[in-house]
C-alpha cells in the first residue's frame, strides 16, 4: 500500500559546478511544499529536522529537505569555516533549488515555504527576498536571522521565530531581528527550550508551531495566487 504522507525520492539539484543531494516527500493532496535549510554543521539527515519534516508531512505539507553544501564543501567547511556565515553564498543556493522547484511540473503550483535553522535561517530570509512572490510563509528554528539583518525590512512572507526560552542569546537576537521585519511576524518562545530543543516535549512543539504557521499561510496562498 502506498504512504499516504509521501515517499522519500532522492533529488539532486545542479548549482553552478557542483550537485546539491536532497530528500523530496510529497503526500497526498499536499495543501504546500516546505523547504528545509539547515545551518552550517547540519545536514538534511538532521535527526530535528528530520522530525519536524515527518510531522509537517503528517499534515499534508510536502518536504524537500536538502544540502545547501556538497560533501567536498562540508569536509573543507570543518577546517577552514570559510562558508560557515557566508549567509549571501547560501542564500544564493537556496534561491537555486526555489528556482528547480518553481519549475518542476510536480510541485511549481504549490505554495512554497521556508523552515531554517541556525545560519540556515539567515539564508532563509535572504533567498525570500530574490524569490518574494514564490515564498509564502517562513519559519526559524533557534535561528540567526541577525545575520540577514539588511534583508529582514524587505522580507514579505510572513515570518515565524521559534526559540527556546532559556537559549538566551539566540533569543535576544531573535527579538531584535522581529523589530526589523516589516510583515505578519511572531516570536514563538517554547518553554524551558535550549538551543537544539532536546527537553521532553520541545520538538514537538516546534513541529506543531510549524506546521500551525505553514497551514494558516498556504491557505491564504491558495485564495491568493503569485502574481
Excluded: C
Amino acid at each position: 500500500m502506498a504512504n499516504p504522507h509521501g515517499e522519500e525520492k532522492l533529488i539532486n539539484v545542479r548549482a553552478g559546478p557542483v550537485l546539491l543531494e536532497g530528500t523530496l516527500s510529497i503526500p497526498e493532496s499536499p495543501l504546500g511544499i516546505v523547504l528545509f535549510a539547515h545551518g552550517s554543521g547540519s545536514s538534511r539527515h538532521s535527526p530535528r529536522n528530520r522530525f519536524v519534516a515527518r510531522a509537517l508531512r503528517e499534515a499534508y505539507l510536502g518536504t524537500f529537505l536538502i544540502d545547501l553544501l556538497t560533501p567536498a564543501e562540508e569536509a573543507a567547511e570543518a577546517t577552514t569555516g570559510h562558508l560557515r556565515f557566508n549567509i549571501d553564498f547560501l542564500g544564493d543556493r537556496l534561491v537555486t533549488i526555489t528556482d528547480w522547484m518553481l519549475a518542476d511540473p510536480d510541485l511549481r503550483d504549490l505554495p512554497i515555504g521556508y523552515f531554517g535553522a541556525s545560519t540556515g535561517a539567515a539564508a532563509a530570509f535572504i533567498a525570500a527576498t530574490q524569490r518574494p512572490a514564490a515564498i509564502r510563509a517562513i519559519v526559524s528554528r533557534g535561528g540567526r536571522p541577525d545575520l540577514a539583518w539588511s534583508a529582514l525590512p524587505r522580507v514579505t512572507a510572513p515570518a515565524l521565530l521559534i526559540v527556546g526560552e532559556r537559549d538566551n542569546a539566540v533569543l535576544d537576537l531573535n527579538k531584535e531581528a522581529l523589530e526589523r521585519l516589516r510583515v505578519e511576524k511572531e516570536l514563538a518562545i517554547v518553554p524551558g527550550a535550549t538551543h537544539l530543543f532536546e527537553e521532553p516535549g520541545a520538538l514537538e512543539e516546534v513541529a506543531r508551531l510549524a506546521r500551525d504557521w505553514f497551514h494558516r499561510h498556504f491557505t491564504d496562498a491558495r485564495l491568493r495566487p503569485r502574481q
